[in-house]
């Protein structure tokens, strides 16, 4: 067992760390306040790679492996929970798909300008009224006419719609064949009867924008499906185990931010005549903190390892994402705690940052559909 990184690792560590302490941490409050994303970071990101992630370097890609991409997920997810989530959806919604399934001629046409540092790309697969359930929630429809297919429905909660060239759109092909009724298509965001409702108002991640679609005879030609017609419901759950994985990273970020600002405050605050931090309430805290962010951490690495290899990760993305979510969660409700008062002021980040993390347990699966994810496996194993 190895729990170092390589050196190529730690040196990508190193620049993504030096980057956005320097381009996307100072603007972090700003990108809140404001709910809109910090596009020089986003063109800069072009640089360095972190807007190509799961492209291939012969499409002028960077093409990492998944640990690597776990450390940038960890690392933006540390400075920005708005911009982490934008290049998370990005990366894992928005062009491993493509990758995966699309054709050469879809990579030749799309990812030019998805790794440009102008655009980021997007998935639509909730609906109003599927979110968990999208086998059998799922309505937009999608009927073939002739060398075109015409798109009817809605989709709700869509990141990066309205800053995306394409949204790669799950819909019904066939009402009668169960899973295998479903086709991914995409979607030229300038195509007629497409809508990209306004920015939708959150709690938080109100830099991340989130849109509702609503598509009214919108047509594609035949050649838009990515992979096979009938593949889009197999095709969205890899994609989702895979989005675990990164949603976990971000998580883990989070947890980190919020942890650094709460050891820092503690040793920094009086009371009873000497610094909380030696007080045991707070050394408990702390102590929990630690723990918790590591045993998510070395979980979150473990299925990306997994998925390196080759191996299954479906029950280990679960797991990691489901405790580091959860972990998060705690983390950033003590660090508003070790700060009094002033943790729910908005002059001080871990408020931002509580409101951030909120939505991990939700999107990517919600962290009972990941218990039950877990435990069918589980079973599974034990049958």
């Not at 440009?116 to 929630?137: C, I, M, R």
């Not at 983390?331 to 909120?358: L, M, T, W």
């Not at 999107?363 to 194993?381: H, N, P, Y």
């Amino acid at each position: 067992m190895d729990f170092e990184l390589n050196q190529e690792q730690k040196m990508w560590q190193r620049i993504v760390r030096e980057f956005c302490e320097s381009e996307v941490k100072p603007h972090a409050a700003e990108v809140d306040e404001t709910g809109q994303i910090h596009w020089d970071a986003i063109r800069k990101m072009k640089d360095i790679g972190l807007n190509s992630l799961e492209v291939p370097e012969a499409l002028g890609g960077t093409e990492v492996d998944t640990i690597s991409i776990v450390i940038a997920m960890e690392e933006l997810g540390r400075a920005c929970g708005s911009t982490a989530l934008s290049l998370a959806a990005h990366n894992g919604l928005g062009c491993a798909p493509i990758k995966r399934w699309g054709t050469p001629a879809q990579h030749e046409q799309w990812f030019p300008s998805l790794i440009s540092g102008e655009v980021l790309g997007a998935l639509a697969l909730t609906e109003p009224n599927a979110g968990s359930d999208l086998l059998n929630g799922v309505q937009t429809f999608a009927r073939r006419a002739g060398d075109e297919w015409v798109i009817d429905g809605s989709k709700a909660w869509i990141t990066n719609a309205g800053i995306a060239p394409v949204i790669t759109v799950l819909c019904r092909t066939d009402k009668d064949a169960g899973a295998r009724g479903f086709s991914m298509l995409l979607v030229d965001t300038k195509s007629p009867g497409l809508t990209i409702h306004p920015p939708e108002k959150k709690m938080g991640l109100k830099g991340s924008p989130t849109h509702m679609l609503s598509l009214d005879g919108v047509r594609v030609p035949a050649d838009a499906v990515l992979g096979e017609v009938g593949r889009g419901f197999h095709q969205t759950m890899a994609t989702l185990d895979n989005g675990r994985i990164g949603i976990g990273a971000l998580s883990i970020g989070l947890a980190q931010a919020a942890f650094e600002e709460g050891v820092k405050y503690a040793q920094q605050r009086r009371a009873f005549g000497k610094p909380i931090s030696e007080h045991q309430a707070i050394q408990w805290m702390i102590a929990d903190a630690a723990l918790e962010i590591d045993a998510a951490r070395l979980l979150v690495y473990r299925s990306a390892w997994l998925k390196d290899q080759g191996k299954d990760f479906t029950k280990q993305a679960a797991m990691g994402k489901l405790m580091a979510t959860e972990v998060a969660e705690r983390v950033c409700k003590n660090a508003i705690q070790i700060h009094g008062s002033y943790g729910y002021s908005r002059e001080f980040p871990v408020e931002r940052i509580y409101r951030d993390q909120r939505l991990m347990s939700i999107g990517e699966g919600t962290s009972e559909i990941q218990r039950m994810v877990i435990a069918r496996r589980v079973l599974q194993e034990f049958s």
